[in-house]
């Protein structure tokens, strides 16, 4: 495995756990939404700020899933190798 695709590996793996983190929040905000839907007390984080945090957590994982370009960028195009 040459560097070029060892560093791709490891930009689309830092996407996969940014999506699971997203992931992870959006479900939080669900849960504090139905949680305040319950009770009148908020204590904490609102539901916004998890969703918030959740979208921009997801965009990025998504981003870094699909950055070829950030490989491209860091190695170059890919030479022939014959």
């Not at 984080?45 to 950055?67: C, E, M, N, Q, R």
């Amino acid at each position: 495995m040459t560097d070029r695709k060892i560093f791709g590996l490891v930009v689309r793996l830092v996407g996969i756990a940014m999506v699971i983190y997203g992931l992870g929040y959006l479900q939080g905000a669900l849960s504090l939404y139905l949680q305040a839907m319950s009770s009148d007390a908020s204590k904490g984080y609102s539901p916004a700020a998890y969703l918030i945090a959740g979208v921009l957590a997801l965009t990025t994982g998504v981003f870094f899933v699909k950055a070829e370009w950030l490989v491209r960028f860091a190695y170059g195009r890919e030479s022939d190798p014959t």
